[in-house]
C-alpha cells in the first residue's frame, strides 16, 4: 500500500511511498501520476535520504 499526504491535494510535487511486505525496499511514485513509473531505494538509501531532507527543511 502506498502512503501520501493529504499535502498532495495542494503541492503537485507530492510522492506516495511504501514499503514490499517481502522486502525492505521502498517503492515511491508521484502522487498525480499513479500510473507512472516508480523509484525503488533500498531501506538504508531511503533513510539516508530522508535524514538530508530534514536537514535541509
Known amino acids: 500500500m502506498l502512503l501520501g499526504s493529504s499535502l498532495a491535494v495542494m503541492w503537485p510535487g507530492c510522492v506516495e511511498a511504501a514499503t514490499a511486505n517481502l522486502d525492505t525496499t521502498i517503492h515511491v ?3 498525480k501520476d499513479r500510473q507512472g513509473s516508480q523509484l525503488t531505494f533500498a531501506d538504508a538509501a ?5 535524514g538530508h531532507a530534514r536537514q535541509s527543511a
Open 46 to 50: 531511503w533513510t539516508e535520504f530522508v
Open 29 to 31: 511514485r508521484g502522487s
